[in-house]
């Protein structure tokens, strides 16, 4: 969505006014080198983020293995050793950790993305201490839970102190300029994982979505619903235009008539995908990314769209996309 915003204006395509548009979508076939640079951009982001997915689960078996390795090779040193040592160590032995340290398939991408490198032995030190002298942390000791409490101890190390370093973010903001607005959705996905190694131990797999092997897969979608929501943007302006004809057309913001031509584009020629993932995915995105009244306008016109284009029999969907709950 980011991209195609950033196409948009470049290019000046941004009127829902079809009178308005022959001009525009005339640069639009001609200005290729712009389109392709700004498609490079999109696949090189889809890859930022992958790995700054892998660098927040590296992160988080750093932090906790910190007292293990670190704090014994000083003490082997005959170097100073804090005093928090002295309590039993509920990091590097929580079964989640574990499971992180031990996952071959996991440590193969963290070596292939070369994640090892990006964060200096200070900021795990400095993560690692405010986690130990953090009151969620003291209160795990002091109920002592066991393994029970050990995925929750370990999302509240990610949260609470991971997501809050100051130091963390702003490596994560050089790693990938998409940072600040993928951090949301990385860290949702980052936590289902943990949940995954809590539940299947180290046999658990990455969040399948981010899984390498599918990153091929995943392009061609991705590189699918911005090529065809440019090309095909000339019949996607006229029909959300004749939903919202009683709508001042200058007052529809530039992102949410992006965001009505996507789902557009995938209710109609992503045949895969069902409708209601589609009109959900997108209310969600304009709550974050549009204005407090989009999630209503976006909700409406695309019902419309979808009751319209249903009864009009220009909406086939097949497989998994046929399903309507």
Known sequence: MQTLYAYRVLSKDYDLDIQKYEESIQFVNTDKKLLDSHHKFLIENIHMAYRSYLLNLYTIREVCLYEKYHLQADAAKHLPVEQEQEFPDYLSQNKIVTALNSNTKLNMQFKEEKVSGVLTEKIIRNIFRKTKSSKFYNDH????????????????????????????????????????????????????????????????????????????????????????????????????????????LSRITVIDGILLQMALCEMLYFEMIPLKVTIDEYIEISKKYSTPKSKEFINGILDKLMKTLSEEGRIKKKGRGRVST
């Open 141 to 248: 000791i002091a109920k002592n839970k066991g393994p029970d409490g050990d995925l929750e101890l370990v999302a509240k190390v990610y949260k609470k102190t991971i997501l809050a370093s100051s130091e963390y973010n702003q490596v994560l903001d050089e790693l990938s300029i998409g940072w600040q607005d993928d951090k949301q959705i990385i860290a949702s996905l980052v936590l289902k994982t943990l949940e995954a190694y809590d539940e299947a131990g180290n046999k658990a797999e990455p969040f399948d979505a981010f899984n390498s092997k599918k990153s091929k897969e995943d392009e061609s979608f991705v590189t699918d619903l911005y090529f065809n929501t440019i090309e095909k943007s000339p019949e996607f302006k006229e029909l959300i235009g004749n939903q919202v004809k009683n709508w001042d």
